[in-house]
Antibody, heavy 119, light 108 residues
Framework: QVQLVQSGAEVRKPGASVKVSCKASGYTFTRYYLHWVRQAPGQGLQWMGIIDPGDGSTTYAQKFQDRVTMMRDTSTSTVYMELSSLRSEDTAMYFC????????????WGQGTLVTVSS | EIVMTQSPASLSVSPGERATLSCRASQSVPINLAWYQQKPGQPPRLLIYSASTRATGIPARFSGSGSGTEFTLIISSLQSEDFAVYYCQQYNNWPPGGTFGPGTKVEV
């Protein structure tokens, strides 16, 4: 079935980087754009960025512009989100989510990856 | 950046009752508005897009309305599985992934 499966929970120290994966299956990988959305504990949803799996082009939210990199591997239908210079405020659940290419609401979500930043 | 607000922050409802949730945008987003349901430990689930179109598999007791800056989600007869947090999202303006409201918690 159509699904997004994310990598497991991560623990990092402040200043480190983390790379989270999101594997798509059940549909043509290039059909939908992939986004990353994060949710701090007990908080709301914050959009981080988008990647076009077709050509790998990306757009990032200003808040994360200097620290986030999104990439894709078409051979495995997987997208990755790497966040660097981690601080405690980056402790959150990170979700990947699909949208159509012309309307950016999210019709399919990954299960989420908890990233904990702690010394 | 468009700011989304939701009211009320929490809503106490009994099963079988009707729940009305509001979402307001700081500027017009025509009908580029989605609603999501999130239960603890789960990702959000798309309920409504284009302000009033139910997503695949969403029961008819969920209905969305509105345009411009004022939007409403109505759950006509609450079931036990509907107790959750509901978020609205505008996807009309920058940033590309839009902006979310702070959520409304629907509880017993």
């Amino acid at each position: 079935q159509v699904q997004l499966v994310q990598s497991g929970a991560e623990v990092r120290k402040p200043g480190a980087s983390v790379k989270v994966s999101c594997k798509a299956s059940g549909y043509t990988f290039t059909r939908y754009y992939l986004h990353w959305v994060r949710q701090a504990p007990g908080q709301g949803l914050q959009w981080m960025g988008i990647i076009d799996p077709g050509d790998g082009s990306t757009t990032y939210a200003q808040k994360f512009q200097d620290r986030v990199t999104m990439m894709r591997d078409t051979s495995t239908s997987t997208v990755y989100m790497e966040l660097s210079s981690l601080r405690s405020e980056d402790t959150a659940m990170y979700f990947c989510a699909c949208s159509l290419t012309n309307e950016y609401y999210f019709h399919l979500w990954g299960q989420g990856t908890l990233v904990t930043v702690s010394s | 950046e468009i700011v989304m607000t939701q009211s009320p922050a929490s809503l106490s409802v009994s099963p079988g009752e009707r729940a009305t949730l509001s979402c307001r945008a700081s500027q017009s987003v025509p009908i580029n508005l989605a609603w999501y349901q999130q239960k603890p430990g789960q990702p959000p689930r798309l309920l409504i897009y284009s302000a009033s179109t139910r997503a695949t598999g969403i029961p008819a007791r969920f209905s969305g309305s509105g345009s411009g800056t004022e939007f409403t989600l109505i759950i006509s007869s609450l079931q036990s599985e509907d107790f959750a947090v509901y978020y609205c999202q505008q996807y009309n303006n920058w940033p590309p992934g839009g902006t979310f409201g702070p959520g409304t918690k629907v509880e017993v």
